[in-house]
């Protein structure tokens, strides 16, 4: 039976939000086992609905599986198979970050082609480009890329035509077993490729740069076992900060750091937002109104995509204006029409929304169009008034764990309800 969240808008929320381990980190962590035969143990994973799809996704490779509370051990010492289905490719595009562990270990891989979703085209074509200059084929067969490397991967001098965090990812995790060096150029700087070559080096790898546009790995003939803690959820952070705005509340968020968010800490200050960093956190607030703020996504250090949709429902209750630019992905605007529901005034031209900041939105039935888009609604729904309900929670539970919790903590009216359709 589907179920909505029931929200009852208006009231400031007050107290402390543990932010869990990240999505974005955990997943490549854990597709990090197909690396060794030893076993890698991960702390602070989420429990997600993304993480089950690649904890399957693993299973059906071969890999076992142990889970204890937030910590999983990941075994990969008995591959049975190196195809990942399209049925549960289909659910979660980051399954594609098997190909390069499978090819680089064994030879070949098959793995379904992600395909269309919610964001627009989003090709795995770098993967490819990058895996043909480590010296694998890849062709299309029937809706599935085909990998091979039957003598194994050499290290290549690869520029990414696009930065994409994925691509640097499966490279990065294919390099690392690679014979020789791999220089990757045009790489994504994100928090979670330092985290995800922290955890190569563990395991006995050479990668260095994280963090930077340019990553060298220097290939290693096996990797061992290692135990690894997942970096803090930033959007998860971020979205929750923007929450205690929009509310005019004040939440402390634990286990994270503002290090992580430099240009949405930046922008949310602008919009009159107030941090005070604390040891294991940061308390934010704000004294007076929002202001309207523009921005436009771009790749980290810039400000996050998967920020967007909740940042624009704040916006949608500035005083003045703002002008959002996305530039990552061609169709993430889906929660506009959903805002514009609850009274939001956002036009859209090209890839940037106007938005002039009304007085207040009002609770409606709206859907999840995505997880970030979800996300956006919960937080334009936590300042509405009256009572908003949001539908396709599934997008939802993909990437924030015990959501209503989080927020009944902090005072939130936020019930998960099952309906009949
Ligand atoms: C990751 C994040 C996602 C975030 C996104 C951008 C995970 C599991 N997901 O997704 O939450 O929104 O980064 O920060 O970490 N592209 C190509 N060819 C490719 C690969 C990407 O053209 O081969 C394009 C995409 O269509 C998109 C852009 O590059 O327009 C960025 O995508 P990418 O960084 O790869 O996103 P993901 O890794 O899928």
């Known amino acids: 039976m589907p179920t909505i969240l029931k929200i009852q808008g208006g009231k400031p929320l007050k107290g402390t939000i543990e932010i869990s381990g990240a999505k974005n980190s955990a997943l490549p962590l854990m597709v990090a086992c197909l690396l060794t035969d030893k076993p890698l143990t991960l702390s602070n994973v989420p429990n997600l609905a993304d993480i089950q799809t690649i904890t399957q996704v693993l299973n059906v490779l071969g890999v076992t599986a142990q889970e204890n509370g937030s910590t999983r051990i990941l075994d990969a010492s008995n591959i049975t198979s190196t195809t990942a ?35 627009g085209a989003r090709a795995v074509d770098v993967h490819l480009e990058g895996l043909r200059a480590m010296g694998a084929t890849c062709d299309l067969d029937e809706g599935y890329i085909v990998a091979r490397a039957p003598n194994g991967l050499r290290g290549a001098h690869f520029t990414m035509r696009v930065v994409s965090v994925g691509a640097t990812e499966n490279l990065m995790l294919a390099a690392s077993i690679a014979k020789g060096q791999t220089i990757l150029q045009n ?158 005034s956002i036009q859209v031209h090209g890839a940037s929304a106007m938005i002039r900041g009304a007085k207040s939105l009002s609770g409606a039935p709206v859907m999840a169009t995505d997880i970030r888009a979800g996300i956006g609604m919960v937080v334009a729904a936590l300042a509405a008034k009256g009572t908003t309900t949001i539908s396709r929670l599934y997008h939802l539970d993909r990437g924030y764990e015990n959501l209503e919790a989080k927020l009944q903590a902090c005072g939130a009216d936020v019930e998960r309800h099952k309906v009949d359709v």
Do not use: W
């Open 187 to 344: 790489a994504a700087r994100e928090p979670e490729i330092i985290d995800l070559a922290n955890c190569l080096n563990a395991m006995g790898a050479t990668v260095q740069g994280a963090g930077t546009d340019t990553i060298t790995i220097e290939g290693v003939s096996t990797l061992n076992g290692a135990n690894v803690k997942v970096m803090p959820d930033r959007l998860e952070t971020g979205s929750y900060a923007i929450a205690s705005l929009i509310t005019g509340g004040d939440v402390t968020l634990t286990n994270t750091s503002l290090k992580y968010l430099p240009m949405v800490r930046e922008t949310l200050e602008k919009a009159g937002a107030i941090f005070e960093e604390k040891d294991n956190g940061f308390r934010v607030y704000r004294n007076g109104p929002i202001g309207g703020v523009d921005v436009m996504t771009e790749p980290y250090p810039g400000f996050a995509t998967d920020l967007q949709a909740p940042f624009m429902a704040l916006m949608s209750v500035c005083e003045g204006a703002s002008m959002i630019t996305e530039t990552i992905f061609e169709n993430r605007f889906m929660h506009v029409p959903e805002l514009v529901r609850m009274g939001a």
């Open 85 to 119: 289905p399209y049925e549960l490719v289909k659910t979660m595009r980051a399954s594609v970050l098997v190909l390069g562990p499978l090819v680089a270990r064994f030879g070949h891989a098959k793995v379904s082609l992600p395909g269309g979703c919610a964001l």
